[in-house]
């Protein structure tokens, strides 16, 4: 089978290519996509750069252009919930765009005509993640991610986003992932570590652990990745 393994930044798919070694590189659309073979099925590598646009851009190039049949996105995010902790792995039940508002017209936050406010990861991925984490003994957290193209660094609007869509984390990617492989009827699932916290210190912790974070969500998807393929 073919499969996508997307990132936002360099920093969360280096341990990606270095776990695959050997790739193919591709350039197209502004950007680069890394084509490994894996045990015989293709895997499509790319990091779509920060925000929600770079990331929808790229997943749909990832499903158009390389024909992907699953997309694995692999991050960072700030925790919202405060079980969540530096290095915890989330995987999304369902992600919401926290920055998308036309309340102006009666509307609730995150909803546009003929959308949805949240958009439910794939049912069999989600199983699958949290079966891995069980034979690995890995703490899979799951809850409602949003996204939006903001760095949240404050603890007023990251309380608001609690609130207002019940999210246990955020970052800036996964909801646009969601909506372009729903509308392209491709099965999605997207995992964060946590990088931060959100509130004050969120730049400072972002730069200090983006690294190992990333690290902890890649070599997880991995994991995943051969189930997935085992499977096929
Ligand atoms: N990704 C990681 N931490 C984040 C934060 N605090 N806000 C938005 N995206 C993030």
Known sequence: MTVGLLGAMVEEIEPLLEYFKNYEVIKYADNEFYLADYNGHKIVIAYSKIGKVHAALT???M??????????FSGVAGAIDENLHIGDLIVASALCQHDLDITAFGHPYGYVPEG?????????LRELAQRVAKENNVDLKEGIIATGDQFIADEKKKEWI????NASAIEMEGASVAVVAHSLKVPFLVIRSISDAAGMDAGFDFDEFLKTSAKVSALFLTDILDKLIAKS
């Open 59 to 61: 997943a749909a190039t």
């Open 63 to 72: 499903i158009e252009k390389f024909k992907i049949e699953a997309l694995l």
């Open 116 to 124: 949805k406010v949240c958009y439910e990861s794939d049912d069999s």
């Open 162 to 165: 609690k609130k207002a869509f």
